[in-house]
């Protein structure tokens, strides 16, 4: 054996790692992945040694990541999202039913999504299609980990680096406000106004990690919990124009010309052999 294959990095190092990381802790690490404390710490000194850099600067109060240990970071989350979709596309892959599973945002792209659906069930060749309704950046972790052979995302809120994809449709942005506020009856506003509105700050929504940006905005996980925070006077958002059909009579919107223009993409990945995912995709395509 070469010996440079004794500096490959194991999985489960990259999974130790990842928790030390995230956690920022060694005995929050540790009972996270069920072990005890020293060979965790062991195996991630082992690790530095293997790639002989400095991960984590450790003292008697915090750990904090060095600039090594963020790209490792970042670069072991996209290794072990890539082990675990081949995993599961590959445990799918043996199953006798063929189908195909779509994720999308709930609540967003409806129209689109139901014509999908309603002329890719009328094609001869059409296989079960089951539906995923998730929340926001869900769609595109299910497609990277495997859960999801094909995804309705949408740029600039979705990333689709490391996709396939193809542009379905591209609307503006409106903003979303209790009904009756001051500039419910404006022809538009600006996207610095909308920012400047302290009575009804813009939400924040989770990270990839679960973490939420700092803000004065309350936290939201779905579109129910956003809407009622904007009926209570609580919050304002800004989402596609196309949303404005699903919102209450206790809504007003407003145009945000200046708001980035959003585009819904159907996203698979490029290695994808599924004639199930082609048809489908063709079929969006076509629409």
């Not at 600067?57 to 904090?64: P, S």
């Not at 699903?246 to 919107?253: M, S, V």
Request: hydrophobic letters at 40%.
């Amino acid at each position: 054996m070469s010996a440079g294959y004794d500096h490959l990095v194991e999985t489960r190092e990259l999974r130790y790692f990842v928790a030390v990381a995230e956690e920022l802790h060694f005995g929050r690490a540790a009972q996270r992945l069920t072990m005890a404390q020293p060979p965790l710490s062991r195996a991630i000194q082992q690790l530095e040694r293997r790639l002989g850099v400095v991960l984590l600067h450790r003292n008697t109060r915090a750990i904090r990541l060095t600039e090594a240990g963020s790209v490792l970071l970042r670069e072991a989350r996209i290794a072990l999202e890539a082990v675990e979709a081949a995993e599961r596309r590959t445990r799918r892959a043996a199953d006798d039913l063929p189908g195909v599973v779509l994720a999308t945002k709930a609540g967003a792209s409806s129209e689109l999504l139901s014509k999908l659906l309603d002329a890719y069930a009328a094609d001869p060749c059409a296989v079960a299609v089951e539906m995923v309704l998730c929340g926001p950046g869900e769609p595109e972790r299910l497609l990277r980990n495997g859960s999801a052979d094909v995804a309705l995302l949408h740029r600039p809120y979705d990333m689709t680096t490391g996709f396939d994809t193809e542009d379905l449709h591209t609307e503006q942005q409106i903003v979303v406000l209790p009904a009756g506020h001051p500039l419910a009856g404006r022809p538009h506003i600006s996207m610095a106004e909308v920012n400047a509105l302290t009575d009804l700050p813009l939400p924040r929504w989770p990270r990839r990690d679960g973490s939420y940006p700092d803000g004065p905005g309350p936290q939201v996980r779905d579109h129910t919990q956003l809407t009622q925070l904007i009926t209570l006077g609580r919050a304002c958002a800004v989402v596609p124009e196309s949303l404005r059909a699903q919102l209450r009579d206790d809504h007003a919107t407003v145009p945000v010309p200046d708001a980035p223009a959003v585009t819904t993409v159907i996203a698979w990945p490029p290695h994808s052999r599924s004639k199930a995912v082609a048809d489908l995709v063709r079929t969006a395509i076509r629409l």
